[in-house]
């Protein structure tokens, strides 16, 4: 169950029309859901362009004019014609007919609005108790085919879960077993029949609060630190009530003073001495006790030494073979050009001795890890291969795959 937390809440912002579909390059449109919605949408697209949502009164007269967004799609098929996706909403206001959707002024369709269904709840609860089940009554006007129910269950402003959602039905029984609780918490039902929907509420009733999960993380109980050295102090917190907001209720004091808000505060260095972390959350308080202090005479600090004296030679050995191995590319590279220089035939880029060099280095580690490694590499090219008669001739894969094995023999010889 995914619990919703938004900053506008449902129905607030009354009944709004909602328009999606595509709009194709000879200005047809091909509806793609779209309705009547009880929170206004954030449009995807761009909001730049010359179509309009237009809302009509019963003699076609505009009521109300809104832009629409529009987003390239990706052209899946070439048998459906290019198009744009658009997707719009205008506020519903009374007396209105149809929404038009107009392009460079030019109308490209009319949607009509339709008549608003009827929905009312029967509930007479103002207390409820976790582990008992009650019945919702839904009194509704006949749905169309497509008719559809969503019910929400609220625990707060902002804060809400979709607890039921299909065909529309008479009743729906309810268990608050594992769902936040609060004081004012009420059910909503959204009944959408055809191209309108309607919401209905029940009067606000409290439900008992799931405890929340508190823990203090960092320090740990009776961690020592060395006087002055920085502590902070980190919370874990569940709470289904408050969601993700439930850090900021966080209230920190080492001993009596205040150290801040929030799941992980910094607490400051202390001197030497015992101290005590109070985490208050809500009506939940957790307390950890920790200390300052010099370390211990003896296996402490020779821990320390021995540490720092290892990693002080750790750190010599790896400078030490970076140097040895600096200095072996650099002969090993002297090497290489002095066998270049005496073979001229290595300098065409595509001959067949520079092919053969090439997959042969790069194929043996071996030869790269000996000093006089490319002067083995050359002597056993040139005992396989016999003088080219075109020295950009590319190699066969025989000659080079029994060169290969060649070289594998004599490097682990």
Same mark, same amino acid.
């Given at each position: 169950?995914?619990?919703?937390?938004?900053?506008?809440?449902?129905?607030?912002?009354?009944?709004?029309?909602?328009?999606?579909?595509?709009?194709?390059?000879?200005?047809?449109?091909?509806?793609?859901?779209g309705g009547s919605e009880h929170r206004r949408?954030?449009?995807?697209?761009?909001?730049?362009?010359?179509?309009?949502?237009?809302?009509?009164?019963?003699?076609?007269?505009?009521?109300?004019?809104?832009?629409?967004?529009?987003?390239?799609?990706?052209?899946?098929?070439?048998?459906?014609?290019? /198009?744009?996706?658009?997707?719009?909403? &205008? #506020?519903?206001? *009374?007396?209105?007919?149809? $929404?038009?959707?107009?392009?460079? =002024?030019?109308?490209?369709?009319?949607?009509?609005?339709g008549n608003k269904p009827e929905l009312t709840?029967?509930?007479?609860?103002?207390?409820?108790?976790?582990?008992?089940?009650?019945?919702?009554?839904?009194?509704?006007?006949?749905?169309?085919?497509?008719?559809?129910?969503?019910?929400?269950?609220?625990?707060?402003?902002?804060?809400?879960?979709?607890?039921?959602?299909?065909?529309?039905?008479?009743?729906?029984?309810?268990?608050?077993?594992?769902?936040?609780?609060?004081?004012?918490?009420?059910?909503?039902?959204?009944?959408?029949?055809?191209?309108?929907?309607?919401? /209905?509420?029940?009067?606000?009733?409290? &439900? #008992?609060?799931? *405890?929340?999960?508190?823990? $203090?993380?960092?320090?740990?109980? =009776?961690?020592?630190?060395?006087?002055?050295?920085?502590?902070?102090?980190?919370?874990?917190?569940?709470?289904?009530?408050?969601?993700?907001?439930?850090?900021?209720?966080?209230?920190?004091?080492?001993?009596?003073?205040?150290?801040?808000?929030?799941?992980?505060?910094?607490?400051?260095?202390?001197?030497?001495?015992?101290?005590?972390?109070?985490?208050?959350?809500?009506?939940?308080?957790?307390?950890?006790?920790?200390?300052?202090?010099?370390?211990?005479?003896?296996?402490?600090?020779?821990?320390?030494?021995?540490?720092?004296?290892?990693?002080?030679?750790?750190?010599?050995?790896?400078?030490?073979?970076?140097?040895?191995?600096?200095?072996?590319?650099?002969?090993?590279?002297?090497?290489?050009?002095?066998?270049?220089?005496?073979?001229?035939?290595?300098?065409?880029?595509?001959?067949?001795?520079?092919?053969?060099?090439?997959?042969?280095?790069?194929?043996?580690?071996?030869?790269?890890?000996?000093?006089?490694?490319?002067?083995?590499?050359?002597?056993?090219?040139?005992?396989?291969l016999p003088p080219p008669t075109n020295p950009?001739?590319?190699?066969?894969?025989?000659?080079?795959?029994?060169?290969?094995?060649?070289?594998?023999?004599?490097?682990?010889?």
């Open positions: 169950m995914r619990l919703r937390h938004y900053a506008e809440p449902i129905g607030s912002a009354g009944e709004v029309i909602v328009v999606r579909g595509l709009l194709t390059d000879d200005m047809r449109f091909l509806p793609i859901g949408p954030e449009l995807k697209g761009c909001t730049d362009n010359d179509v309009e949502l237009v809302l009509l009164d019963a003699n076609g007269k505009p009521m109300l004019i809104e832009r629409a967004a529009l987003r390239k799609v990706q052209e899946c098929s070439p048998h459906i014609p290019r /198009a744009l996706a658009l997707e719009g909403c &205008v #506020p519903l206001r *009374p007396g209105a007919e149809a $929404i038009a959707i107009r392009q460079k =002024g030019i109308e490209v369709t009319r949607i009509a609005v709840l029967e509930w007479t609860k103002s207390k409820v108790q976790r582990d008992a089940k009650y019945k919702l009554k839904i009194n509704h006007s006949a749905p169309a085919p497509d008719a559809m129910m969503k019910v929400f269950y609220i625990w707060g402003p902002r804060h809400y879960v979709l607890a039921a959602y299909g065909k529309p039905r008479k009743s729906v029984d309810v268990n608050f077993n594992k769902l936040p609780g609060g004081k004012s918490c009420s059910i909503m039902v959204v009944y959408s029949s055809g191209f309108r929907s309607v919401v /209905a509420h029940t009067k606000k009733f409290s &439900v #008992p609060p799931i *405890p929340a999960e508190v823990e $203090i993380v960092r320090p740990r109980e =009776g961690q020592v630190f060395a006087p002055w050295h920085p502590v902070e102090l980190e919370a874990r917190v569940r709470d289904r009530q408050a969601g993700e907001s439930s850090g900021a209720s966080c209230e920190w004091t080492v001993g009596k003073k205040p150290v801040g808000n929030g799941r992980l505060v910094y607490a400051g260095m202390f001197e030497p001495g015992s101290y005590s972390a109070i985490l208050k959350y809500g009506n939940v308080t957790r307390t950890v006790k920790f200390v300052a202090r010099e370390p211990k005479k003896g296996k402490m600090r020779v821990s320390f030494r021995r540490r720092a004296a290892e990693e002080a030679k750790r750190k010599e050995e790896l400078e030490r073979r970076l140097a040895q191995k600096k200095e072996f590319d650099r002969q090993w590279r002297i090497n290489a050009q002095k066998v270049m220089d005496a073979h001229p035939e290595l300098t065409y880029e595509n001959s067949l001795y520079s092919q053969a060099m090439r997959k042969v280095l790069s194929s043996n580690p071996v030869y790269s890890q000996r000093l006089d490694g490319f002067e083995l590499a050359y002597k056993v090219i040139m005992n396989q950009r001739r590319a190699m066969p894969t025989s000659e080079l795959n029994r060169l290969l094995e060649r070289l594998k023999a004599d490097a682990s010889n």
